[in-house]
């Protein structure tokens, strides 16, 4: 039986690679899990009522865009978030960010682009689902550098013309994963402004959007909006994963012009499984509350406050702007997180196994990403061993 060749040359995903490089030797201690960004403070307590009160919405098949309910919290909340005005037939639910990052894709990044093979942009280091998602439609991956350089955010006004005019999509993450960095509002006029000027489309995946230090992201559809870019411009993505505590209910959406809409969920209904109706009505009634979402960001900031006192003096070391990552400079990212785990017991993930090699450079490879999603208490430990280990 013969295999589709464009995956053929995959490295393996980040965590089995991980489970390759440790599981073969013992932890130096404990374990204290630091790698997966699942994030595990307490989600609202009146979720699991929610769901028990709409239980018969299993007997039904669920409307696939979203529910007129859970569709008009979403449109509610943005307005609220980013002040701005978007339509409830501009917004489609998802059964989390990574649907719509790689449906998003399929439903709108043409065969061509000027005659040509089409170009998807791509941060690097990166969600691997950006890439995937690039290989399926047969596009060209272009993979920009995210590194100290420029802020931790790709230059996409760097990439040649020639690139640009064939680009069909550009994918940003901000507050970006894993290095935190926040997309100024400058940034996103530039980025929007070179989208205009070569016709491509900006997948913007905001699902950190509400975890941050100080002052909220800006949003891309705000910013759009204030320069009158072209409706179909600009898709966002959003997620509960992240804002809510709630991964494991599946729960966001995606927002864009129109057209864009329509045609993912035109894909959606020949490929995709909408969310079940309770899971509907709890998103309807999560997107609706503001304090749990305040709550959970400060048990963040605490957290990176302590992350401060234990690792201030690391060179090099930086708070990030947003999400709940720590991406800490090492001389090798998995050289680091061996050591670490046949010493300590603290498992991290090599900041290489989230990049791709260009001209035989790996923006990663000098990092290790953390996750700050434990216990404050377990936070501490996993840190301080951290700083005793790699760089004391």
Not at 33 to 51: K, R, S
Not at 281 to 307: G, M, P, Q
């Amino acid at each position: 039986m013969e295999y589709p060749e464009r995956f053929s040359n995959l490295s393996d995903y980040a965590f089995p690679r991980l489970r390759k490089l440790l599981d073969v030797h013992e932890p130096g201690g404990d374990p204290i899990p630091l790698t997966i960004g699942e994030p595990q403070h307490a989600f609202p307590e009146w979720v699991g009522d929610v769901i028990a009160e709409s239980i018969s919405g299993f007997n039904k098949y669920p409307p696939n865009d979203g529910s007129p309910a859970l569709l008009e919290a979403i449109s509610r909340w943005i307005g609220q978030r980013f002040n701005v005005s978007v339509d409830e037939d501009c917004i489609m639910a998802l059964n989390g960010t990574r649907e719509g990052l790689y449906n998003a894709a399929m439903a709108l990044c043409p065969e061509t682009k000027r005659g040509k093979t089409p170009v998807v942009l791509i941060p690097n280091p990166f969600y691997q689902v950006y890439m995937i998602a690039a290989i399926s439609v047969g596009a060209e991956r272009v993979f920009v550098p995210a590194d100290a350089e420029n802020g931790f955010l790709p230059d996409y006004t760097s990439v040649p013309a020639d690139i640009l005019d064939r680009t069909a999509i550009a994918y940003i993450c901000t507050p970006s994963n894993p290095q935190g960095a926040v997309a100024s509002h400058e940034y996103w006029r530039q980025l929007i402004a070179l989208a205009e000027k070569h016709d491509f489309r900006i997948f913007a995946d905001e699902c950190y959007s509400e975890i941050y230090r100080e002052d909220a992201p800006v949003g891309a559809l705000e910013v759009a909006a204030e320069m009158g870019a072209d409706p179909e411009r600009v898709t966002i993505l959003h997620s509960l994963s992240k804002r809510s505590n709630l991964p494991g209910l599946r729960s966001g959406f995606v927002a864009g012009g129109p057209e864009s809409i329509r045609r993912i969920r035109q894909l959606r209904a020949y490929s995709g499984a909408p969310l079940p109706l309770p899971i509907q009505k709890v998103s309807t009634r999560v997107w609706s509350d503001e304090a749990h979402v305040i709550e959970n960001r400060a048990l963040y900031n605490e957290k990176f406050k302590l992350a401060e006192t234990i690792l201030g003096d690391v060179p090099g070391y930086q708070t990030p702007q947003g999400g709940f990552f720590l991406w800490l400079p090492v001389e090798d990212g998995e050289t680091a997180t061996l050591k670490l785990w046949q010493e300590t017991g603290v498992r991290v993930l090599p900041g290489g196994y989230l990049s791709r090699e260009v001209n035989n450079q790996n923006p990663g490879k000098g990092y290790i990403r953390v996750a700050m999603v434990a216990p404050t208490q377990e936070m501490q430990r996993g840190l301080t061993l951290i700083r005793d280990c790699l760089y004391d």
